[in-house]
């Protein structure tokens, strides 16, 4: 189990996890930031000061996951994560990603008034031989008040256990956590998430159209970047029936015909993923009325859209917009196409 104390820059949650780690019986405090400090050592220094926050790195968010499933792995019990996330996109792929190794993620938040918030950071120490430590330490965490507000008011307070650390000292914070997560308070986060493959796989999905002949792209929450609605097909499972199924749980969309194929595009693997085939289907047009009952939001969507074929090259991955380009030829011509690597043959 993972307990991460979510919450602005300065509203306690290092202090609050190490007096949390002496409440939870064979708990152990893992602090994400140690991973952002080794990304200097890891990574270009061109590389690294592209990215105004280590966060938006997509290599430290993967190491974050590897190395709480390792260190769950390695000493059992509870590991408790202090560490900010006001991204969902970044919430959904950590948690999703630990969901994967069937690790289950209680979340909390500190949550002190804004005043209070600011006399804290105001207060906090920066140490006297770090190079540009006021701006670095406490400029840092006033300049991240308003993307926690902007958090807070979107989806942060649905998805997280609040604890109004006003007037709680560490301590007092700590035993209020514990009690909520010993007594169930804190449930598991409803998060949706397939184990990651350990070889290659068929994955099935599935084009549903607007009555103006756009096209569904959904937004997961378990990984980041858009998608067609569909997923991988389980053992002893058809391809189009997974796709159905796919659609169902995902949009909430029961379709009562078996969908026609359009494309089979084999995707080479790229390390660390194993690549294998990707088919997509018709999925055929949906009235208004259908369009308007797509279950939103959801444990596994965080958001769809219908778009042209336009816009959707500026949502897709280059892969998956040539993959979606050519099944919309298919369409057009009444064939299905094979695609290796997103280009025609034979």
């Known amino acids: 189990m993972i307990v991460w104390?979510?919450?602005?820059?300065?509203?306690?949650k290092t202090t609050t996890a190490r007096e949390l780690i002496e409440l939870i019986p064979n708990s152990t405090l893992f602090d994400p930031e140690v991973v952002g400090g080794a990304l200097p050592h890891l990574?270009?220094?061109?590389?690294?000061a592209e990215a105004g926050d280590y966060q938006d790195l997509p290599i430290w968010r993967r190491l974050v996951i590897d190395t709480a499933a390792a260190?769950?792995?390695?000493?059992?019990g509870t590991l408790?994560?202090?560490m900010t996330l006001l991204r969902q996109e970044y919430r959904d792929e950590i948690f999703g990603g630990l969901a994967a190794r069937r690790i289950g993620v209680r979340h909390i938040l500190l949550a002190p008034a804004e005043t209070i918030l600011r006399e804290r950071i105001a207060g906090r120490e920066?140490?006297?031989?770090?190079?540009?430590?006021?701006?670095?330490v406490r400029q840092w965490s006033y300049d991240h008040i308003e993307p926690y507000r902007a958090a807070l008011a979107s989806w942060l307070t649905s998805d997280a256990h609040l604890v109004d650390t006003s007037a709680l000292t560490p301590y007092a914070t700590a035993v209020r956590i514990a009690e909520a997560v010993g007594n169930g308070t804190v449930p598991v986060c409803d998060i949706v998430q397939t184990p990651e493959p350990t070889a290659e796989t068929v994955a099935s999905g599935v084009l549903l159209f607007d009555e103006h002949d756009r096209v569904l792209l959904v937004d997961p929450t378990y990984k980041a970047g858009w998608e067609f609605p569909g997923g991988?097909?389980?053992?002893g499972e058809a391809p189009a029936r997974a796709g159905m199924r796919e659609v169902a749980e995902e949009t909430g969309i029961r379709m009562a015909d078996v969908p026609r194929l359009l494309v089979v595009d084999w995707e080479p693997p790229a390390p660390p993923g194993y690549g294998g085939l990707r088919l997509l289907f018709d999925g055929g047009r949906l009235d208004s009325a259908a369009a308007g009952r797509l279950l939103l939001p959801g444990p596994e969507l965080r958001d769809c859209r219908f778009v042209t074929e336009q816009q959707a090259a500026d949502l897709l991955p280059p892969v998956r917009?040539?993959?979606?380009?050519?099944?919309l030829r298919a369409r057009e011509r009444g064939a299905a196409l094979y695609l290796e690597a997103g280009v025609p043959v034979g």
Request: net charge negative; aromatic share 6%; no cysteine.
């Open 5 to 12: 104390i979510n919450g602005a820059f300065g509203a306690g």
């Open 43 to 48: 990574l270009p220094a061109k590389h690294l």
């Open 71 to 76: 260190m769950l792995a390695e000493l059992g």
């Open 80 to 82: 408790v994560v202090p």
């Open 126 to 136: 920066v140490p006297p031989d770090l190079p540009d430590g006021e701006m670095r």
């Open 232 to 235: 991988v097909v389980e053992p």
């Open 321 to 327: 917009y040539e993959r979606l380009r050519w099944a």
